[in-house]
Every structure is written in C-alpha cells, then in structure tokens.
C-alpha cells in the first residue's frame, strides 16, 4: 500500500532553535510537496520538488528551506522557528505519470514556544 | 491564476440527510478538480477528481461532484449522509497535472444522529 511517512506526529520547539521535518515515501515518486495546514487558511503550498537535488518555492517560502538528496526523502528545514511557523505540515507526493493524485502524510503538528 | 473559494467552513446534515458542499473555482487555464477528505488525525486521500471528459464525477464512499464550466463550480454531493463521514472536506484546482494544486480553505462536516 502507498506510503507517505512523517517523522514525527507532534514537535515542540522553542523559539530560535533549527528545526527539521522529515518526510519519506515508498512510492518511488518524482513530485513532492510541503504545505502547510492552518484553520481557516486551508492549506498552503511552502515548497516542492520535482527530482532529487531539485526544488521550487510555494507560496509561502519565507522562513522555510528544503532539502532533497535522495528520490524519497524531502525535508523541511526552519532555519531560526518563530511562534507564527506553529502549524499543522503536511508532506505529499504524486507520479510524473499521474500527478493528478496527492497522496499525503498524517502530518506534523509543530508548536514553536 | 488559480484559486478555490469554498462557500461555508462548517456545515452541519442530519443523518440520511443530502449532502452539499460548495466550490467556485478561478482559472486562467481549463483546471483540473478535485476533492479530499481529511479524517481526524490523519491526511487528506483522494475522493475523487474531473480532469476531461464526463462532468459529472463519482468519487468513493457515495459522492459525486459535476464540473460546471458556466458556473464555475465542482459542488460535492452525497444522498445520503452517515456518520463516517464527518470530516474536513477541501476542494483543489490545478492548471495542470503534476504540478502546483491549489486548496480551499476547507468545510467541516458534522452529521447529526
């Protein structure tokens, strides 16, 4: 069965400090995407890659940077977390041959003290 | 540019009740249109999607959705509502496939016994 694996299911950093999420999947797809899910602003694309060492902003990148050294691996890097990056971040793939199709990971809650 | 509006963030069916949720949709492109589904503490899955073709869609567990190009609208409907599926509800668009999909902010469905 398709898998998209988060790290972590909840995170609690402190302001300033690094903070990285990791997301992996086991379908050996090409796409993959960060958002970020926040009530009522439904969810907000932060960064996405289409091939290793390659990636592209979203639409909210500021504070964000992305790493993508192997095919199934993409992470987020908060370089210095601030109290507004608290959030829910989803991570997501799909296919070159059928990106129509997003296939999420349960999600990090993050909450930055 | 593309964008989702979704007309109502919570709604609320009796059981056995029709089920409508609304999404206007704004492309500069002809889009591709999706809905998911998010349960409680997990990720979004795919319930269903238009990209060409029949405008009227069937989408798993009883729901359906009809793309109208006047109207721009993709509205997701259901018969008849059980209590499984109550759950958070977001309408995406995409110019394209494989790339960059845009969110609503998403409608909470309750289904009252």
């Known amino acids: 069965d398709v898998k998209v694996t988060q790290s972590s299911r909840y995170l609690v950093k402190r302001t300033g400090e690094k903070v990285f999420l990791e997301c992996v999947q086991d379908?050996?797809?090409?796409?993959m995407f960060w958002y970020r899910q926040d009530p009522g602003l439904g969810l907000r694309l932060i960064y996405f890659?289409?091939?290793?060492?390659?990636?592209e902003k979203g639409d909210i990148p500021e504070g964000y940077s992305v790493s993508r050294e192997k095919k199934e691996r993409f992470s987020l890097i908060l370089e210095s977390a601030s109290t507004n990056q608290t959030s829910m971040y989803l991570c997501?793939?799909?296919?070159?041959?059928?990106?129509?199709?997003?296939?999420f990971g349960s999600g990090t809650q993050l909450s930055v003290l | 540019a593309q964008s989702v509006t979704q007309l109502g963030s919570h709604v609320s069916v009796s059981e056995g009740a029709l089920v409508l949720l609304r999404c206007n949709y704004s492309?500069?492109?002809?889009?591709?249109l999706f809905w998911y589904v998010q349960y409680p503490n997990q990720g979004l899955q795919l319930l269903l999607k238009?990209?060409?073709?029949?405008?009227l869609v069937k989408g798993i567990n009883g729901f359906e959705a009809e793309f109208k190009k006047s109207e721009t609208s993709f509205h997701l409907t259901k018969p008849s509502a059980h209590m499984s599926d109550a759950a958070e509800y977001f309408c995406?668009?995409?110019?394209?496939?494989?790339?960059?999909?845009?969110f609503g902010t998403g409608t909470s469905l309750t289904v009252i016994p």
């Open positions: 379908m050996d797809h090409e796409n």
């Open positions: 238009y990209t060409t073709g029949a405008t």
């Open positions: 492309s500069s492109v002809p889009p591709y």
């Open positions: 890659s289409y091939d290793v060492k390659m990636k």
């Open positions: 997501a793939s799909s296919s070159f041959l059928d990106g129509e199709k997003l296939f």
């Open positions: 995406a668009v995409s110019p394209y496939t494989g790339n960059q999909f845009y």
